[in-house]
């Protein structure tokens, strides 16, 4: 049997299913997707992380005997015109509209077996006691007492007796051929995930208390890796129980909600373009107010600093990601589905289940979201969690002789005669009762 090993978001050779399930003649592939590339612009930071990334497992492979034949093009047609020497293609599944129509579309050409390898579990499973798949996070979580009570996942193991297929495709595409430029890292996207995870080991204890104050450097930094499968779910499990400490509970439940996130994506396709709870929403439509928002031209610090932040690194913390969503969903209550689309198009880490997931949320339209009453106060949000303004000063530089104080005020840096910083476009407590009255509005419809 001579199989196809597709690579797609689990570049690596540990815990990989596809190297676990393979057979005998094996011919592993990379697919720079043309469908997926064409959307993204040519500074986008991903394409270079995920092309160094390609060529790193390819090194990797050799090492092992094998090897990785890379391509630039539409999977069908790559797929297509392979079909004829091989019997079968092994892969990871993902949940998104495209790639389920993309894989089934492929399907026809050639036979398909998908493994569960970029999450730790299948969403297939774990029904409530209607057989009915959860909507809330929490029962969710309790029903899956099992595994996350374990102090280790089993992990794929290897097939060690692949036999390496001799190909002709060894012209590796490069950035410029796909019409990218190489971009500029940070830096700790240079590191592998191991070195990652062993430095979040050294400051766990303290990640409960500071994971929310975003001028701290309390994260792991492991979520771009996790997200195109330098590591695996399971991997990351594994280490943070075997640190056995508070924190590290509190941080293996977080990567739950990740998998409460895909699960509800498998099983709720249809909530990755519409409300979740089905409300009728009558958005606000104003682009002017969205393009300030992209932009960082709010004036309102915490809000400008975040999105500039974003614009210039693709990174945002996890704190700041409900902050502005909320304000763009509940104060200037425009379509999270507008927001949502931007994140994708400049998060590192952009995984649509999360993200999506993440949206509803913040947007009071999810599973398990935030009441629609609630809103953040970015300025409470800011004072809370960065009161000397660290991270919006290290951002904004304008505002570094600027009184802390007066970040966390409504349009209180706006009072310095010195600054020229734009008023703020929305009246947090008037757009506040404005959305509170719509969801209203919305659920008596």
Request: charged share 25%; hydrophobic share 40%; aromatic share 14%.
């Amino acid at each position: 049997m001579k199989q196809i090993l597709w690579f797609r978001r689990d570049l690596r050779i540990d815990d990989n299913a596809i190297l676990s399930n393979a057979k005998n003649e094996v011919l592993p592939i990379f697919i720079f997707d043309k469908s997926i590339l064409s959307k993204l612009s040519v500074d986008d930071k991903r394409v270079s992380f995920i092309y160094n990334s390609v060529l790193k497992l390819k090194v990797i492979l050799k090492t092992i005997g094998l090897d990785l034949a890379i391509f630039y093009g539409k999977p069908f047609e790559i797929i297509k015109n392979l079909k004829k020497d091989f019997d079968e293609v092994l892969c990871s599944v993902d949940f998104d509209e495209y790639s389920i129509k993309r894989d089934k579309e492929i399907e026809e050409l050639i036979p398909m077996k998908r493994y569960i390898d970029s999450f730790i579990i299948n969403p297939n499973e774990h029904l409530n006691s209607n057989n009915r798949p959860y909507r809330v996070f929490t029962p969710f979580y309790k029903s899956l007492n099992v595994i996350t009570q374990s102090k280790r996942i089993d992990t794929f193991k290897r097939n060690k007796n692949l036999k390496k297929i001799t190909f002709d495709y060894n012209v590796i595409p490069t950035l410029m051929q796909m019409n990218f430029k190489e971009q500029k890292l940070p830096i700790f996207l240079k590191k592998n995930a191991f070195t990652l995870l062993e430095e979040f080991g050294n400051k766990i204890t303290s990640y409960k208390e500071d994971r929310d104050y975003f001028y701290k450097d309390a994260s792991s930094n492991i979520s771009v890796h996790l997200r195109f499968g330098l590591v695996s779910p399971k991997q990351i499990f594994n280490y943070v129980k075997s640190l056995n400490t508070k924190s590290s509970e509190f941080f293996i439940r977080e990567l739950f909600w990740r998998e409460f996130y895909n699960y509800i994506l498998f099983h709720f396709p249809k909530s990755q373009n519409q409300n979740f709870n089905g409300l009728n929403i009558k958005w606000n439509e104003n682009d002017l107010d969205f393009e300030k928002w992209c932009n960082g031209e709010t004036g309102i610090p915490i809000i400008d600093a975040a999105m500039i932040n974003l614009n210039n690194t693709g990174f945002m913390h996890n704190r700041l990601r409900m902050v502005v969503a909320s304000f763009l969903t509940k104060n200037l209550f425009i379509d999270w589905k507008k927001g949502e689309f931007y994140f994708s198009k400049k998060l590192l880490d952009y995984e649509a289940s999360s993200n999506i997931g993440s949206w509803q949320w913040s947007s009071s339209t999810g599973a398990d979201a935030t009441p629609y009453f609630r809103t953040f106060n970015p300025y409470i949000q800011s004072r809370k969690f960065d009161k000397e303004g660290y991270f919006i000063k290290s951002i904004i530089k304008e505002f570094s002789n600027i009184d802390s104080r007066l970040l966390h005020i409504e349009n209180g840096v706006q009072s310095n005669l010195f600054n020229n910083y734009t008023n703020s476009i929305v009246d947090i407590k008037i757009s506040r009762q404005r959305a509170i009255k719509k969801f209203k509005e919305a659920k008596n419809a």
